[in-house]
């Protein structure tokens, strides 16, 4: 479970390359702990959704982390060629997603699971415009502000004219998605309501496969990206043997029923699944 106690310790962990930094990451620290207490205020009476809601909170949180963690790797690499990361590029990683946890704007008239979808999808809108009131008056000036909050609501599609800071942005975060999100991918929510093991692994390969299709679209860094996705091979190889399933069967399926173009039956079967993840998050927060 995450509190203010892991958050710090999980900072403490991290290299910070200057001061404007730590300030970035002290901030973040504060925007989850009052996450974590409105949480906490809001589900005082509803045990499992407070739980639910915490672990999502903590999902969050690590992938914010871990792909701060990306971008020092992929630093060492394109000091190779010359170039060096900024602090506006390592703060924008602190808070690439904190719009997930934006709160309802008055007048909101939908339900409370239509908002987290809405917020879910609009995240990095949300996030750049978040940011730059968490970082004003901390080391960063109304231009770095500026480059921030754009490097932030870019980080989610890719776009042909991204500036370099984007794209380190974009790869660090897809990265993320097929080298060190699998095994918490278990501990979420909709993964929690699949029970046979083979669609759960199947869950877990289709995001990773996601997230290395979008890593490669950036073309850049091919190596560096072949090498975290043999790591994240191995990491499922593991979960996969630690559930009793076969890897190579959970492949197979993936690219027989998601990686071709989906059947009827097959859509209404996503159709349904989606309905019933929308359904649940809706009853979790009420």
Not at 109 to 135: M, Q, T
Not at 164 to 180: C, R, T
Not at 204 to 228: C, H, Q, T, W
Request: aromatic content about 12%; hydrophobic content about 35%.
């Amino acid at each position: 479970m995450i509190d203010r106690t892991y958050i710090q310790q999980r900072y403490d962990s991290m290299e910070v390359p200057s001061e404007r930094v730590m300030l970035a990451m002290q901030k973040s620290a504060a925007y989850f702990t009052a996450a974590i207490i409105s949480t906490g205020t809001s589900l005082a009476h509803y045990p499992q959704e407070f739980e639910n809601e915490m672990r999502f909170l903590k999902s969050t949180f690590d992938h914010q982390c871990r792909v701060y963690e990306n971008l020092q790797e992929i630093s060492t690499h394109i000091e190779q060629e010359g170039h060096v990361l900024d602090d506006i590029l390592f703060a924008a990683a602190m808070h690439h997603d904190i719009g997930r946890f934006r709160q309802k704007p008055i007048g909101w008239h939908g339900s409370d699971g239509e908002w987290r979808s809405e917020a879910n999808a609009n995240h990095p809108k949300y996030s750049a415009e978040l940011v730059g009131l968490l970082l004003a008056n901390n080391g960063f000036d109304t231009e770095e502000l500026s480059e921030i909050s754009s490097i932030i609501a870019k980080h989610s599609s890719y776009d042909s004219n991204a500036t370099p800071n984007q794209k380190y942005l974009m790869l660090a975060d897809a990265v993320d998605k097929f080298s060190g999100y699998a095994p918490q991918r278990l501990d979420t929510n909709r993964l929690g309501r699949i029970k046979n093991p083979l669609e759960r692994m199947v869950d877990i390969y289709e995001v990773m496969m996601y997230g290395f299709n979008k890593a490669r679209s950036l073309d850049i860094l091919v190596p560096y990206i072949d090498g975290k996705r043999k790591e994240g091979e191995n990491k499922f190889d593991e979960l996969c043997v630690s559930y009793d399933v076969d890897p190579k069967k959970a492949i197979k399926y993936f690219f027989e029923h998601y990686a071709r173009p989906p059947t009827l039956m097959q859509r209404l079967k996503r159709l349904t699944r989606n309905f019933k993840s929308q359904w649940f998050r809706s009853s979790a927060v009420k």
